[in-house]
């Protein structure tokens, strides 16, 4: 799995080929040198900077593949004892090493011109000074290696059900069954597994709370919300700006979506609209199984993004080739799916859990549209340029979902199916909105509000849901479940308050859609140009690189909302 990461290694050119990192004290004499270093010049600021960034591209991806293995063997104790050792003794050693970089860098910036290229890299590296606690490089670190338990916890639910064990991801197939019995049934077993673990993962995650308001109040922050979002390096919006989101959504898009399920009760021929009746085809018919197996899923993802674009094809070609793809749903593996972008050997691995359903393609063609952004970054000077923030590297991936949409004939050579497919995912994505807006919200209600009791927080997640879940589909008999249903994001352990991100880029990736039905040609060359920047330029730059907004007024969701609902209508016509 590592041999182009072997092949990586020969090319450095600071650090030795054959380093190990075993310990702090094998990076120790390499950290001495960089801090060493004088820099008088620009010329020697751009010198050292490819020093260090070689560093920390070996740094990270040393630490990204015992992620990548504890997550994809969550039963396996070494994997997860070697990421905690690897946070513990030199992640978190190195967090005061960075800060004492970035104050270096930072003497030469504050005192002398530096290239124009360098502006929004020498921002970050003002904020992450700005935030710098040495006591929380401590609290970081314990944060990180107690986030995975989440998926350490989550990872091995199953349901027993036909005489056979199900991974609670193979069980959402259950749901898109015409028999109705079936799907309440399976819905009911997922949410009593669950609710097993319910009151463990509150205690999980009331421990990650005291954590992060701490974290916050060490960097002077009053609450959470607002050194998490300075962390993040918001730079282009601001708070109010989210909450705006928030009401813009609730006005303009939940009452669209309120009227897609009231259309989905009235096809059901339904009294109530439960939530085990959200997946089902309206129509009754047969689930859509857009392949057979993972090889067929990868094998079929290649011709499709080769449809868009050869290089795209090329791209998940070379990834499937070195066995950087680990597809399929199994017990003891960790719940969701990403893309982690390996910066030294410079190929992404993809992890997620397919089962053979619609949401599977989906995702491959989200995560494979990451993995796209990666690629085309690996040629920038730095690594810095490479770490992208979530507002653009969402849009890289929610509009290959849309654009590879025009392609999906090769998982559907039948129109209908076709047609089924395209409707599904076109609601999903005005669905998107309501819930992003909801998860946000709830996490600016708790973070503000890091002394509620379990009680009150699942009071607020339920006014929340509710104002933005529409006054449709009726929880009678399921308010227990609906209490519990936050726990099954994983943002909220693993990634607090990265979501609103996923709002703002489905809106760009919407007008990127439609630049492309408008000239395919232009929209992907516009696409490629605004990945291949990476993040050398600011959010608002970077959007119209692409060839879109950077904007998530009240107006501009309007308009793209209505664009996507005429495009289902023109489906469904």
Known sequence: MNLLRQQAKKNRKFLPPDLEIRSFQDIEKYIQELLNIPINTTDELTTWLLKRSEFDSVIEEDKAWLYIH?????????????FARFVRNIDQRYATVSHQLNVKINNFCSHNRYPAEFEVFVRNIRRQIELYNEANTILQSEL????????????????????????????????????????????????????????????????????????????????????????????????????????????????????????????????????????????????????????????????????????????????????????????????????????????????MNATNNLRDLETLMHEAGHAIHAFLCKDLEFVYYKEVPAEIAEVASMAMELISMEHWHHFFPGKIDLQRAKISHLEGVLKTFPWVAAIDKFQHRIYTHPEQSKTEREKAWLEIETSFGGSVVDWTGYETFHKQMWQKQIHLYQFPLYYIEYGIAQLGAVALWKNYQENPEKAIQEYKNALRMGYSKTLPELYKAAGIEFSFSSSYIESLVKFVLNEIESLSG
């Open 144 to 351: 990180e290696v107690e986030e995975q338990q989440y998926g350490s916890i989550t990872g091995n639910m199953t349901i027993h059900y036909q005489r056979k064990d199900h991974t609670l991801q193979q069980a959402q197939n259950f749901l898109k069954q015409a028999d109705r019995q079936v799907r309440q049934d399976v819905y009911e077993l997922i949410g009593m597994r669950r609710s097993e673990d319910y009151e463990k993962l509150n205690v999980l995650f009331d421990s990650l709370l005291k954590k992060r308001h701490q974290l916050a109040l060490n960097a002077g922050f009053p609450n959470y919300l607002e050194y998490r979002f300075a962390q993040l390096g918001r730079f282009d919006y601001t708070l109010k700006d989210c909450e705006e989101f928030h009401n813009a959504i609730e006005k303009k898009v939940v009452p669209i979506v309120d009227e897609l399920f009231k259309d989905r009760k009235k096809k059901l021929g339904v009294d109530a609209l439960f939530p085990y009746d959200l997946e089902v085809d309206p129509e009754y018919k047969s689930p859509l199984k857009p392949f057979g197996s993972v090889k067929e899923l990868s094998d079929k993802s290649i011709q499709c993004l080769s449809s868009i674009d050869t290089e795209f094809g090329q791209f998940l070609k070379i990834m499937a080739k070195h066995r950087y793809l680990d597809l399929d749903s199994r017990i003891g593996k960790a719940p969701g799916g990403y893309n982690y972008p390996l910066h030294e050997s410079n190929v992404p691995f993809i992890f």
């Open 70 to 82: 504890q997550s994809c063997h969550t039963g396996n104790k070494e994997y997860a004892e070697a």
